[in-house]
C-alpha cells in the first residue's frame, strides 16, 4: 500500500466513523438524517477513491471505483443541498423545485449506472498507470450540474445567514465556509482536473471530505458542547482502536500477532472506560443543568406568591384599620360621655371592648409595617435623639401595665448624655416593643431597661425575669412569624409575632443590631438594642 492509499482508506474511516458518532447522538430531524447520508455517501466515496488509485486491486475493482466514485460524489452534493434547505429548518414553503432536481439526479445515477453515457472506456497499463475515459459533452454536462447543486446549497446557507437574526446564526455561517473550503479543492482534484485528463491528485480529494464533515458537525452540536466533549472522545478512542487493527493485521509473525492483540484489548477496554466516564460526567452535568433550570422556576413561582402574599396582607390591613380607628373614636367619645351620662356597669364592659381595639388596631399595624418594610415604602427621617429621653418616656406610658401585673419597673438612666440618628417615631415603637414583650411574657418579678455605652455604641438592655426562652427559639426569634408556644403548645397573648421582625428590619437601617439572650426557659431573658453613638452637634 502507497502512503497516499492509506491517506484515503484512513479518511474514508474517519468518515464512517465521525458520521456514524454524531448520527447516534443526534436529534436525528430531517437534517440531521440528511447528514448521515452524507457522511455515508462521503465513505462510499472514499472506498471508491481508493479502490481507483490502489495498484494492487485488479480491473473490476477499479471500474466498481470508477462507477461508485462519480455516483458517491454526486449523492455527497445531492446531500449537502437537501440538508442546507433543512439546516437549521426548512425556510421555502413548496419542495417542487427541490424534488425536480432530485428526479434529475435520479437521471443522471440511471444513465451512468445502465448505460455508457458517462464512461467511454477503462484502461489499465500497469498497476500505477490506469485510466478512465468519459464521453467529453456528457462529463461537462455532469459537472455542471455537480457545480449547480453545489453552488444552489452554497447561496441558501448564505441566504438563511444574512437574513437570521438569532443564536442559529453563526453556525449557518460555519456551514457555509466549512463547505466552501472543503469543496472547492476537491472539486478540483475529483471533477474539474480529471475531466481535464489529469488524475494525479485524484486521491487526495477525500482528505477535504475532512474539513467538511468536522465543519458540519461543529455546526449542528455548537450549541452542544457536552456532546461535542463525548462525540471528541468517542471518535479518538474509535482512531486509536482503528489504527491497532490496522497493526494486528499487519502482524508479521505468530508473536508480532499475539502482541498487537494483546494491545489491542487493553486499549479497547481502557477506551471504553474512558468512555462511560465521559458518557457518565456529561450526563451529571445535564442533570445538574436541568436542575438548576427547575430551581429557577420554582424560584420564579415562589417569589410571585409571596408577593401575592404581600398585596393580600398590605390590601387586607388598609381595609381593616380605617373601620377600626373609627370605633375607636366612637367608644372613646362614648366613654367622655359625648351621648350622654353612662352608668358604671356599661362603662365597665365598654373599657374592654376599647382595650380589645387597641389590641387589634395593633395587629393591623404590625401587618401594615411588615407590608411597609418588606416592600421598601417604609420612609425614615433620620434625626439625633437623646436616647434616654425616649426611654424615660416609654418606661412612663408602660407604669400602669406594670403595675396591674404586679412587675417591679427598673429604669436605669445614664448619668451622660447619649445620642443616636434615629427616626424617632420607628425607634419609640422598636423600644416600646421590647419593653411591651417583657411585661407582657413576665408573671412575677421585675423589667430592668438599661441605656449603657459600649465602645462607640451605646446598648439600650431590656430584661425581665420572665418565662424565657430556649436555646433553639432564641435563633428563629427576629424571623417573621415567630411566636413561642407555651409549654401546653397553647398561645396565650395576642400577636403575630412580627413585631420583632419588623424591629430587626428598623434596626438594620440604623447600622445597628438587636439580639436576645436567655439562661433558658423559665430563668428571664434580656433584649440587646445596640446603635452607634453620634457626637452631639444638635444646638
Ligand atoms: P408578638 O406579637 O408575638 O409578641 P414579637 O415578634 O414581638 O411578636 O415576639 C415574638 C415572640 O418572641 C413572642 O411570641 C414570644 O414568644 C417571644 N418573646 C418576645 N419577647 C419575649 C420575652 N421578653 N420573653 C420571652 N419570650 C419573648
Known sequence: ???????????????????????????????????????????????????????????????????????????VFLCLFWFALYFPERNIKSLAIPILITLVDGAFFIAIIATDFFFSSFAIFSPLEKQISFHTGNYILYTLYILFLFVTAEVILL????????????????????????????????????????FSLFSIGPIFGIVFIVTIAYAIFKHN??????????????LIILILIIEVLSASSISEFLLKTVTLAAVSLLGYLIIRSVLKEVEIRQQIEQLAGELKTANKELGRISQAKSDFISMASHQLKTP?????????????????????????????????????????????????????????????????DIVQQIVDEVQMPAQRKKLRLIWERPAEKLYARVDLNKMRNVIFNLV????????????????????????IAVSDTGR??????????????????EGSGRLTTSGFGLGLYVARLIVEEHKGRIWAESAGLGKGSTFVLELPIVEHTKK
Open 159 to 198: 441566504k438563511k445567514y444574512k437574513t437570521r437574526v438569532d443564536a442559529n446564526k453563526t453556525p449557518i455561517l460555519y456551514m457555509f465556509l466549512g463547505t466552501t473550503i472543503a469543496s472547492t479543492p476537491a472539486l478540483f482534484s475529483n471533477l474539474i482536473l480529471p475531466g481535464l485528463g489529469y
Open 468 to 485: 424565657g426562652i430556649s436555646s433553639q427559639q432564641i435563633k428563629k426569634l427576629f424571623t417573621k412569624f415567630t411566636r413561642v408556644l
Open 1 to 75: 500500500m502507497t502512503p497516499i492509499n492509506i491517506v484515503a482508506l484512513t479518511t474514508t474511516a474517519v468518515y464512517l466513523m465521525l458520521g456514524g458518532i454524531i448520527y447516534i447522538h443526534s436529534r436525528r430531524n430531517i437534517s440531521e438524517n440528511f447528514f448521515a447520508l452524507m457522511s455515508l455517501s462521503l465513505t462510499t466515496w472514499g472506498i471508491a477513491t481508493f479502490l481507483i488509485v490502489s495498484p494492487s486491486l485488479s480491473g473490476t475493482f477499479f471500474q466498481i471505483g470508477a462507477y461508485a466514485h462519480y455516483i458517491a460524489g454526486n449523492l
Open 324 to 388: 377600626l380607628s373609627i370605633i375607636k373614636g366612637y367608644i372613646s367619645m362614648t366613654l367622655e360621655g359625648s351621648f350622654g351620662n353612662l352608668s358604671k356597669k356599661i362603662t365597665d364592659q365598654l373599657q374592654k371592648v376599647y382595650i380589645s381595639n387597641e389590641r387589634l388596631i395593633a395587629l393591623v399595624d404590625d401587618l401594615l409595617n411588615l407590608s411597609r418594610v418588606e416592600e421598601g415604602r417604609m420612609k425614615y427621617d433620620f434625626s439625633e435623639e437623646h436616647i434616654a
Open 225 to 238: 458542547l457536552l456532546n461535542v466533549k463525548i462525540i471528541a472522545t468517542e471518535f479518538f478512542v474509535s
Open 436 to 459: 411591651d414583650n417583657a411585661i407582657k411574657y413576665t408573671d412575677v418579678g421585675a423589667v430592668t431597661i438599661t441605656v449603657l455605652q459600649h465602645d462607640q455604641s451605646l446598648h
